[in-house]
C-alpha cells in the first residue's frame, strides 16, 4: 500500500511539478520494508520528504527499533513531517480523537525524540510538526525543566535547543496558538498549514483568514509563514517573489 501512495504521488508531482509536492509514506513499523522504500523514494521518485505518524501500534518515534530508519533518513538530510495519529488510550466520551488526543500525540512524540537524544544526533533532519507542534510551545519550558530534573547530563539550554530544532505549521492554531508559538519558535521555523481536506473546507478556511489577519505578526512575517519558510525548505516549489497576496485572497 506504501508503494502504491508514492506511486500516485510522483505521478502526481510528474504530471503537474509545478502544482504539488509529496512525501513518501513508509510501511513502518516495519523497518527493513520502510528502508527500502526510502531508498526507491529518494533515489527514484525523488520526493521532497517523507511522512510519519506520531505513533506506529503504540511505538514512538523516539524507540530505538526505529534508529536505522532515523540514521538513513539523516544520511539523506530528509525532511520529515509527522502527522499526529491516535495514541493507544481511550477516547473521551463524546470527544473525537482529532480534537485533543491528536495535539496531545504530536506532544508525546515530540518529547519522545528530544529525550532520546535525535534532535542533537540527527541534526541533517529537517522535522516538521503538524498543528503548532501541539502543546510543546506552549509547555517547553516545564518540559526542559522537568527532563533536566530526571536526566541532570542534559542541561535546560540544551534541551529547549532541541525543542526549538522543530518546524512548525499552523494548521488548525490560530489565533490562539500564535502567542506561544511566535515566542517559542525560531525565525523560519513557522509554516502554513492547512489541515485541508481532513479538516473541513470551511474549517480550514476559517483558521487560514484568521491568520491572515492576524495583527500580532508584522508584513514580512505574514510573508515568510506564507511561503518564504517553505520556499527555504523546498526550493523546488519556491512561489514567485511577486506572488504576495493572503491564501484567502487567491
Request: proline share 9%; hydrophobic share 40%; glycine share 6%.
Amino acid at each position: 500500500m506504501a508503494r502504491r501512495v508514492n506511486d500516485y504521488g510522483a505521478d502526481l508531482v510528474q504530471r503537474h511539478p509545478d502544482r504539488f509536492g509529496f512525501f513518501a509514506t513508509l510501511a513502518l513499523p516495519d523497518v527493513d520494508a520502510a528502508l527500502t522504500e526510502v531508498g526507491r523514494a529518494f533515489d527514484q521518485l525523488k520526493v521532497d520528504g517523507v511522512v510519519l505518524m506520531s505513533n506506529y501500534e503504540g511505538v514512538y518515534l523516539g524507540n530505538p527499533s526505529f534508529e536505522p530508519v532515523w540514521k538513513e533518513l539523516n544520511r539523506r538530510g530528509a525532511v520529515v513531517y509527522i502527522h499526529p495519529s491516535k495514541p493507544q488510550i481511550p477516547l473521551l466520551p463524546r470527544v473525537p480523537g482529532p480534537i485533543t488526543d491528536y495535539p496531545f500525540d504530536t506532544t508525546r512524540t515530540a518529547v519522545d525524540l528530544v529525550t532520546a537524544g535525535h534532535m542533537t544526533r540527527f541534526r541533517s533532519i529537517r522535522v516538521i510538526l503538524s498543528h503548532a507542534g501541539g502543546f510543546l510551545p506552549y509547555a517547553a519550558a516545564r518540559f526542559a525543566k522537568l527532563m533536566h530534573a530526571v536526566n541532570p547530563n542534559r542541561t535546560v539550554e540544551a534541551l529547549t535547543s532541541d525543542m526549538q530544532a522543530f518546524y512548525f505549521d499552523t494548521a488548525l492554531s490560530t489565533p490562539t496558538g500564535l502567542p506561544s508559538l511566535l515566542a517559542f519558535a525560531p525565525p523560519g521555523h513557522i509554516l502554513f498549514g492547512s489541515d485541508y481536506p481532513y479538516a473541513p473546507a470551511g474549517i480550514s478556511a476559517s483558521f487560514t483568514a484568521e491568520l491572515d489577519a492576524y495583527s500580532g505578526l508584522t508584513a514580512d512575517q505574514h510573508k515568510q509563514i506564507s511561503h518564504s519558510n517553505a520556499a527555504t525548505l523546498f526550493p523546488r516549489l519556491a512561489f514567485p517573489q511577486h506572488d504576495t497576496a493572503p491564501r484567502s485572497a487567491r
